[in-house]
């Protein structure tokens, strides 16, 4: 495992200002956080600060308001809900880059202040050194909990770590641990599940997950560019053209690697994606129909691979799960997961948002060893790159 600086308990935290860089981007509806997953994860991590008597300053960032303006984006309308997730009182910091904000924190009788969208500051995405000079003279300590921000060099996860003593976090720790269970040789047989809808969006991750695997489950809408690679119609549905030779580098290098690659053996499809779908073999598939879900023989092959192995690793559904008609492949995958999981027979790690919402719809959350909410990091870290978040925090 990389090696990062952590918070000893010897370190002596008391009247100390910690900066602390979370994850608060949580969708939002109407100044309504819809989803409060990322901030739940944060409430104990938060209360065990509190216990050392340290004052925390929470900085996040809350979607794109450099591409698509502030409008929606501050964090001011949301300090309430954010304080009953927590159960905390926050105070909320608007104009906090002036030399008097750390002396007004540190005699403020108050212990959490969270700072304004730190990404309405163009400096931020530009990892500017004097910005990153400016947050750091906010606090005593630098403690990074937003892995999922990580794979960004921005001033808030990166510039600042040149000002103060800098560490990660629990949830990096507890991220970085569960990610390695997967590839440690002496855990046993792999399986990656892969689905999503374009292969080149995840050639990366293929290729650099295939030798660490046993099995390798393709699904989504990609699954359908190696049904069509397989000289079977696939009717209306999504595909990537002019994909065949990646299809057959991923083939290659599965057969080299050992790695059996299981695809679809059957599907569901449906005119339309509204209308309950059949089921039907892939030489069954006609003209006008589209490919929504795997069928049951495709989940039940993979079922079979899974009890051969010990750890699993998922990242994409596996069909489009957001219609209830076409759940049931990600479903039935997702139960025997939860199933093997809690009888101690396997390690499950899942990643990415749509990922979680799919177990999450399946009823399957409390049935994984991790849930990772991290993205784009998390897939970054699966293709093998250097994140810079943690790149400064190594020892």
């Given at each position: 495992m990389q090696q990062l600086k952590t918070i000893s308990e010897n370190i002596n935290l008391s009247n100390k200002n910690i900066f602390l860089r979370v994850d608060f981007n949580c969708p939002i509806e109407k100044s309504t956080i819809t989803d409060d997953t990322k901030i739940i994860k944060m409430k104990s991590i938060i209360?065990?600060?509190?216990?050392?008597?340290?004052?925390?300053?929470?900085?996040?960032?809350?979607?794109?308001?450099?591409?698509?303006?502030?409008?929606?984006?501050?964090?001011?309308?949301?300090?309430?809900?954010i304080e009953k997730i927590l159960d905390q009182k926050l105070t909320f910091i608007e104009d906090f880059l002036n030399a008097s904000t750390k002396d007004k924190i540190k005699s403020s009788e108050n212990k959490?202040?969270?700072?304004?969208?730190?990404?309405?500051?163009?400096?931020?995405?530009?990892n500017d050194k004097n910005f990153g000079k400016q947050l750091a003279s906010l606090a005593d300590i630098y403690v990074n909990e937003a892995f999922s921000c990580s794979h960004r060099a921005h001033a808030s996860v990166s510039?600042?770590?040149?000002?103060?003593?800098?560490?990660?976090?629990?949830?990096?720790?507890?991220?970085?641990?569960?990610?390695?269970?997967?590839?440690?040789?002496?855990?046993?047989?792999?399986?990656?599940?892969?689905?999503?809808?374009?292969?080149?969006?995840?050639?990366?991750?293929?290729?650099?997950?295939i030798p660490k695997a046993k099995y390798l489950v393709i699904g989504g809408a990609m699954g359908n560019n190696f049904i069509k690679h397989n000289k079977f119609n696939i009717g209306k549905s999504l595909y990537e053209e002019n994909k065949d030779k990646l299809i057959t580098e991923i083939i290659n290098k599965a057969k080299q690697s050992n790695c059996e690659l299981i695809t679809p053996v059957d599907v569901v499809v449906s005119e339309n994606m509204n209308t309950k779908g059949e089921t039907k073999n892939l030489n069954e598939i006609s003209e006008n129909d589209i490919i929504f879900d795997i069928g049951s023989k495709t989940s039940q092959k993979i079922k079979s691979a899974i009890d051969k192995t010990k750890m699993v690793?998922?990242?994409?559904?596996?069909?489009?799960?957001?219609?209830?008609?076409?759940?049931?492949?990600?479903?039935?995958?997702?139960?025997?997961?939860?199933?093997?999981?809690?009888n101690k027979s396997l390690v499950s790690v899942a990643g990415g948002g749509d990922t979680a919402a799919a177990i999450k719809k399946s009823n399957c959350l409390d049935g994984f060893s991790y849930i990772s909410t991290a993205g784009g990091a998390f897939l970054e870290w699966l293709e093998g790159k250097t994140l810079p978040g943690l790149k400064v925090l190594e020892k």
């Open positions: 209360s065990d600060f509190l216990k050392k008597n340290a004052k925390l300053i929470l900085c996040s960032h809350l979607g794109r308001p450099q591409k698509k303006g502030k409008d929606g984006l501050s964090f001011k309308p949301l300090v309430q809900s959490i202040f969270l700072l304004e969208n730190i990404r309405f500051f163009k400096e931020e995405e530009a510039a600042i770590t040149s000002y103060l003593d800098s560490y990660a976090g629990k949830t990096i720790v507890d991220e970085l641990n569960s990610l390695n269970k997967i590839f440690d040789s002496k855990s046993g047989a792999t399986m990656c599940i892969i689905g999503g809808s374009k292969i080149s969006t995840k050639i990366d991750l293929i290729l650099n997950l690793l998922w990242n994409g559904p596996l069909g489009l799960f957001e219609k209830d008609y076409f759940l049931h492949g990600t479903k039935q995958v997702a139960e025997y997961i939860k199933m093997k999981t809690r």
